[in-house]
């Protein structure tokens, strides 16, 4: 069975930067595409990012491009959002999500089939 946990939410100033990690394990397969989305109270949940099984290929919401960086390290079964320069906006609890498909680029939820916990990340001076 395909586990996903995320880390490295927490508290934050507006401008500060932050790293979420999300750590993969068990199941046959992978490494899978990735895919990161947030959800704040009151709202649906938003696509961020995605990236690739190899991690040549990625691609951001607008609301973040430019401030956040999807990455992954495949030996340690781990995807990253570097988040720089924050806003309060980015309040919200990410997720991180697996993809079966590895080399699709997707912002769909539904294409992803594992989903981790989440983490609360809050952006506030």
């Known amino acids: 069975q395909v586990q996903l946990v995320e880390s490295g939410g ?9 790293t979420l990690s999300c750590v993969v394990s068990g199941g046959a397969g992978g ?3 990735m895919g990161w989305f947030r959800q704040a109270p009151g709202l649906e949940r938003e696509f961020v990012s995605t990236i690739d099984s190899p991690g040549t290929s990625t691609y951001y919401a607008d609301s973040v491009k ?3 960086t999807v990455s992954r390290d495949n030996s340690k079964n781990t ?11 980015d309040t919200a609890v990410y997720y991180c999500a697996a ?3 590895q080399l699709r680029l997707t912002a769909t939820p539904e294409s992803y089939e594992y989903w ?5 990340v809050t ?3």
């Open 66 to 68: 430019g401030r956040f």
């Open 31 to 33: 490494p899978y595409g």
């Open 99 to 101: 993809d079966p498909i």
């Open 116 to 120: 981790g916990q989440g983490t609360q």
């Open 10 to 18: 927490g508290l934050v100033r507006p401008g500060d930067s932050l």
């Open 123 to 125: 952006v506030s001076s």
């Open 79 to 89: 995807m990253y959002l570097q988040m720089n320069s924050v806003k309060p906006e």
